[in-house]
Nanobody, 120 residues
Framework: QVQLVESGGGLVQPGGSLTLSCAASGRIFSISAMGWYRQAPGKQRELVATISSGGSTNYAESVKGRFTISRVNAGNTVYLQMNSLKPEDTAVYYC??????????????WGQGTQVTVSS
């Protein structure tokens, strides 16, 4: 079983910054993609950013140039640096990690979610 623990959410003023982190633990053979998603009240969950095992990144248009995703493979950890935050960034942020438990079994796991509120 793979567990993800998120941290770093909170309340920040518009224009401020926050860094989210997500650490995976368990009997993990390898990790492929890591990513962040968010869900605002009354809206569907949407992709924010992803990073592949090779370091290739992908961002939603709404966060390009403001958010940066990174990963530390040794620690099975993914980060989301969020700068120039806007009220419309307010949402619950979820990390998502996929990989292999062994040669036969894959896994996809979600974090518990962390609230990010951007408000003055």
């Amino acid at each position: 079983q793979v567990q993800l623990v998120e941290s770093g959410g909170g309340l920040v003023q518009p224009g401020g910054s926050l860094t989210l982190s997500c650490a995976a633990s368990g009997r993990i053979f390898s990790i492929s993609a890591m990513g962040w998603y968010r869900q605002a009240p009354g809206k569907q969950r949407e992709l924010v950013a992803t990073i592949s095992s090779g370091g290739s990144t992908n961002y939603a248009e709404s966060v390009k140039g403001r958010f940066t995703i990174s990963r530390v493979n040794a620690g099975n950890t993914v980060y989301l640096q969020m700068n120039s935050l806007k009220p419309e960034d307010t949402a619950v942020y979820y990390c998502n990690i996929s990989g292999r438990l062994d040669y036969l079994r894959n896994f996809i796991s979600w974090g518990q979610g962390t609230q990010v509120t951007v408000s003055s």
